[in-house]
Nanobody, 123 residues
Framework: QVQLVESGGGLVQAGGSLRLSCAAS????????VGWFRQAPGNERERVAA????????YYADSVQGRFTISRDNAKNTVYLQMNRLKLEDTAVYFC????????????????WGRGTQVTVAS
């Protein structure tokens, strides 16, 4: 099993940047694909980015492509989400999630979840 803890959220002005971190427990973190998801009030949870076990494969939602970058450091058991040029519509609770094996597109296929970190983008 793996436990995930997100950090790095906060309040930022539109156009600004934040970097989220997802720290994982466990010795086999490199066996897990990781996704970043977000959920705004009244909206469904959506995947914004994902990264393969090795970090060689990355995937982005159209809404964040070119603005967000996902990366991982398996030696530190940490996955990052660098968010640039933030927009008001990026406001949400951001969650990281992990699953053994390959990246999946839907939240239901991820087995382990953090508690989330709030990102608020203000005008």
């Amino acid at each position: 099993q793996v436990q995930l803890v997100e950090s790095g959220g906060g309040l930022v002005q539109a156009g600004g940047s934040l970097r989220l971190s997802c720290a994982a427990s466990g010795r086999t973190f490199s066996s897990y694909a990781v996704g970043w998801f977000r959920q705004a009030p009244g909206n469904e949870r959506e995947r914004v980015a994902a990264i393969s076990m090795s970090g060689g494969g990355t995937y982005y939602a159209d809404s964040v492509q070119g603005r967000f970058t996902i990366s991982r450091d398996n030696a530190k058991n940490t996955v990052y989400l660098q968010m640039n040029r933030l927009k008001l519509e990026d406001t949400a609770v951001y969650f990281c999630a992990a699953r053994v094996g390959v990246v999946a597109g839907v939240s239901a296929r991820y087995d382990y979840w953090g508690r989330g970190t709030q990102v608020t983008v203000a005008s």
